[in-house]
């Protein structure tokens, strides 16, 4: 069973950064693939960022420029620069480990404007 704690989340004026945290109950993220959606309200989750096992990294076009995924071997980051009121939304983590994807339980992002 493996256990994803978001953190980091918060209210930020338009501009401004966040950088969010994903801590995992053990040492997957080197060898797993993991990333970050959001849920704005009355929307679809949607992919933000996502990072594969070889480390490769793909982005939502709203992302790009932005947003940095990254990691070690037991928390994935998100940074998120430049922060829109367009990105508020509640983020997710995810982490795929041998064929189940496992999420953690949100932490939301305001942007003011």
């Known amino acids: 069973q493996v256990q994803l704690v978001e953190s980091g989340g918060g209210l930020v004026q338009a501009g401004g950064s966040l950088k969010l945290s994903c801590a995992a109950s053990?040492?997957?993220?080197?060898?797993?693939?993991s990333g970050w959606y959001r849920q704005a309200p009355g929307k679809q989750r949607e992919l933000v960022a996502a990072?594969?096992?070889?480390?490769s990294t793909n982005y939502a076009d709203s992302a790009k420029g932005r947003f940095t995924i990254s990691r070690d071997k037991v928390t994935v980051y998100l940074q998120m620069n430049s922060l829109k009121p367009e990105d508020t939304a509640v983020y997710y983590c995810?982490?795929?480990?041998?064929?189940?994807?496992?999420w953690g339980q949100g932490t939301q992002v305001t942007v003011s404007s």
């Open positions: 995810y982490a795929d480990v041998l064929g189940h994807r496992y």
């Open positions: 990072i594969s096992s070889g480390g």
């Open positions: 053990g040492s997957i993220f080197r060898v797993n693939p």
